[in-house]
């Protein structure tokens, strides 16, 4: 997995490549990034899936702040980003979200 972050010089936005591989994702029919940024919209905002079988997306977020995010695979199996710029705890026991900070 990985993030790939473009500073935009015109404005305080940074566009960021979200990227699941395929071996993370074998087999699977959809990849969701869900987070801070749509609200944990769960069906928001769908991964476009590639011909070598890895899921991505760019999206623009607001410099000067982090965001906390995952991914959800099918629909059931949420993944954290292991090349994260951070992780924070949830409510829940032993569950940390990513952390992406542009």
């Not at 987070?35 to 769960?42: I, K, L, S, Y």
């Amino acid at each position: 997995m990985s993030l790939t972050k473009r500073y935009l010089k015109s404005k305080p936005m940074c566009k960021v490549t979200f990227k699941v591989p395929k071996m993370v994702a074998e087999g699977a029919q959809s990849v969701h990034l869900v987070g801070e940024f749509n609200d944990w919209d769960e069906n928001h905002t769908a991964m476009n899936r590639r011909k070598s079988g890895d899921f991505d997306i760019t999206i623009d977020l607001e410099t000067g702040r982090a965001y906390e995010f995952r991914y959800l695979v099918d629909g059931e199996v949420w993944q954290n980003e292991p090349n994260a710029d951070g992780y924070v705890a949830t409510h829940i026991p032993e569950v940390q979200n990513s952390v992406v900070a542009v």
